[in-house]
């Protein structure tokens, strides 16, 4: 009897960035890659030294969406999306540390947005870091 071993979409402790420290080093030194509305990813290149695997954080501004209950449903929204494509970030010797910002005004959207604009968002940085 064989058994196959199931690749699961997990998003684990390790690769949220919690650090103080190098998300503030991400917002003053992170480069923006053109907004895919209603989504805006910023991004930073570090060693493999400094992390251990891609970190990312969710963003959603309390100047923009009022409610908190909607700004919590955004950011699981693209969560979501992020642990289900992750698999298509490059695995090279450059981690990056990312922060996904909702920029829209609108209190709802859709996942299957979220979801297009995150996927977009992964393959220009693909196409960056080669």
Known sequence: MKFTTIKRNTFK???RLKSKKLAQQLFEQGKPIWDLYPIRLIYLP???NNITCHQVLF???KKKVKHAVDRNAIKRKIKEAYRLNKHLLPNS???FLLAYVY???QQHC???TIQEQVIKSINQLT???K
């Open 13 to 15: 402790a390790h690769e």
């Open 46 to 48: 570090c060693d493999k």
């Open 59 to 61: 963003s959603v501004p």
């Open 93 to 95: 010797d450059t981690h």
């Open 103 to 105: 920029i829209s005004s």
């Open 110 to 112: 859709d996942f299957s």
């Open 127 to 129: 196409r960056l870091s």
